[in-house]
């Protein structure tokens, strides 16, 4: 079974260029989650997905951040204008969600940022 | 006061040694708890869940205390392939939906 993809896996842009970054989910899995992890931290939920609707985004930085999953698939996240604070790696993850207890999160490799 | 707390180690500890961490969360409400594992420069990935009455699986033992807001890892026998990051993560469920909240993690380093 193929697992969480996501590119890129590297990017160094200058602050306030924009980046894009891509994350496929594996195949059936309903939620998919967005994790920014800077370096020494655990990751930080940006924005959950369940199907193409929002769960929670309250802690994505919304003059600089969005995200989009249309059709309930593929997700895209996307950072304009970039800070030097944005320099993290970025986690896309799924889950087939059954219940609380059982929704086990798959992780893809990330997309490392370099904000210069 | 973070929602998920661990203390970020490094736990420095020899190949045999029993080794625990701890980790605590702020709201009473969590549902459900997790401990996963991070190697350097990887992705997370899911270590065992931890359930009320406590669990093992293999060298690895985890418990809950709903009481006093924490849960535990336990690692028995130490291999240094256990060298990793331990992220607790603790499933708040607003609105029957579950949202997984992680701790900054753990670092052990398991020497000869």
């Known amino acids: 079974e193929a697992g969480v993809a996501q590119s890129p896996r590297y990017k160094i842009i200058e602050k306030r260029q924009s980046v894009a970054f891509w994350c496929n989910p594996i195949s059936g899995h309903a939620t998919l989650y967005w994790y920014q992890q800077i370096l020494g931290q655990g990751p930080k939920l940006l924005i959950q997905?369940?199907?193409?609707?929002?769960?929670?985004d309250s802690q994505l930085p919304k003059d600089r951040f969005s995200a989009e999953r249309l059709k309930g698939v593929d997700s895209t996240l996307k950072i304009q204008p970039a800070k030097l604070e944005d320099s993290a790696v970025y986690l896309c993850a799924s889950s087939l969600e059954r219940t609380v207890y059982t929704g086990e999160l798959f992780f893809g490799e990330g997309s490392r940022l370099t904000v210069l | 006061r973070k929602e998920v707390e661990q203390d970020p180690g490094p736990f420095n500890v020899p190949e045999g040694a029993t080794v625990a961490f701890n980790c605590t969360y702020s709201n009473s409400a969590s549902q459900s708890f997790f401990w996963y594992r991070q190697d350097c420069r990887k992705e997370p990935k899911l270590l065992m869940s931890?359930?009320?009455s406590g669990n093992e699986d293999g060298r690895f033992t985890a418990q809950l205390n709903r009481a006093s807001q924490y849960i535990s890892l336990l690692i028995r026998d130490s291999k240094l392939s256990d060298s990793a990051t331990y992220l607790c993560?603790?499933?708040?469920?607003?609105?029957?939906?579950?949202?997984?909240?992680f701790g900054r993690g753990t670092s052990l380093i398991v020497h000869p």
């Open positions: 993560v603790v499933n708040k469920t607003p609105g029957g939906s579950y949202i997984p909240t």
């Open positions: 997905f369940q199907n193409n609707g929002v769960v929670d």
């Open positions: 931890v359930y009320s």
